[in-house]
């Protein structure tokens, strides 16, 4: 949960931490926090609650369009005591460093993402791009995290596989062939991790050169077997 998804819309109302006991920085597992719910929550002592971090918001590298918040899962908790306008909670899970700010939310509310198997068909076309990566670094390679732009409703799921095909750049007009637009190569290959409605998390399985936000992607082609 710790590598991040895309978060298509908005999580209305979260609610936030607001301090821990012994005014504690760096939260983990068992430590007692302090919550505010959001003004439409209606909690109960019992109730688990999910803290994550928005990290920034995702446009597609081509069209500019929005895509959603890119967020990560910091922990579970669970309430303690609901009575007054600051609920007591402890830390059940934590996946994350957690700290005072961040926001907490109802499991429904963040529409968690699926890790379902769910295997491309046969001979299925996709194409793709590579929307933002998990780090905000220059460029990516091997075992680092990507978000790429195609999810549940292109028929994917936990286990796709996808290369990653970098443009072929144009030569300088001084060149000796003259101003000349280079073939494209796949300079990787990806597997995703967990998938939404429309995009996906997946992890950089091998590269060649480093994987940057605006490559594009597409399924492996099918091998047509000699009879």
């Known amino acids: 949960a710790s590598v991040g998804y895309i978060l298509s819309g908005e999580i209305s109302n979260p609610g936030i931490l607001v301090g821990a006991k012994d005014n504690k920085l760096l939260l983990g597992e068992q430590d007692i926090i302090y919550l505010k ?21 995702i446009y ?24 007054g306008p600051i609920m007591t909670a402890k830390i059940l899970k ?69 290369r990653v095909i970098r443009d072929g750049e144009r030569t300088s007009y001084f060149s000796a062939a003259g101003r000349v637009l280079l073939p494209s190569r796949t300079i990787g290959e990806l597997e995703v991790i967990t998938v939404g409605d429309q995009t996906a998390t997946a992890k950089v399985r091998k590269s060649s050169e480093p994987i940057n936000r605006g490559d594009r992607i597409e399924t492996f082609p099918i091998v047509q077997s000699t009879p």
């Open 37 to 57: 719910p959001g003004s439409q929550m209606s909690l109960n002592k019992g109730d688990h609650l999910v803290i994550y971090r928005n990290l920034r918001k």
């Open 60 to 83: 597609h590298p081509k069209t500019s369009k929005y895509l959603g918040d890119l967020i990560i899962l910091l922990g579970t908790v669970e309430i303690l005591e609901a009575d």
């Open 94 to 162: 934590s996946y994350n460093y957690i700290l005072t700010g961040d926001p907490v939310a109802p499991y429904d509310a963040i529409l968690l993402p699926s890790f379902e198997p769910t295997a491309l068909g046969e001979g299925v076309d996709l194409k793709g791009y590579v929307v933002d990566v998990k780090e905000e670094k220059v460029a990516i390679a091997q075992f680092d995290v990507v978000y790429i732009d195609k999810g549940i409703k292109d028929g994917i799921g936990r286990g796709s596989s996808f």
